[in-house]
């Protein structure tokens, strides 16, 4: 019973802080990332950017963006 409390007042707790943060696309995820050539993206490093695991490691991450026409891009990831 315990845990089932605890597992509702996380995912309140989640669902707030994505109401508060007001993303542009709240439905966003990593299966929808745009892998073209020109973004030059690594899913292998997009893959360890997931995990999370740079935060244990208190490890800091670098993200270049280019500003556009549409908006802010993200260019670039260095862990």
């Given at each position: 019973?315990?845990?089932?409390?605890?597992?509702?007042?996380?995912?309140?707790?989640?669902?707030?802080?994505?109401?508060e943060a007001k993303l542009r696309i709240p439905s966003a995820c990593l299966e929808d990332i745009d892998y073209a050539p020109k973004r030059e993206f690594d899913r292998a490093q997009i893959?360890?950017?997931?995990?999370?695991r740079w935060i244990a490691d208190h490890a800091?991450?670098?993200m270049i963006c280019v500003i556009t026409m549409g908006g802010l891009r993200i260019r670039d990831f260095h862990l």
């Open positions: 019973m315990r845990r089932q409390q605890h597992i509702a007042r996380d995912q309140r707790r989640i669902g707030r802080l994505l109401r893959r360890q950017l997931s995990s999370g800091n991450v670098l």
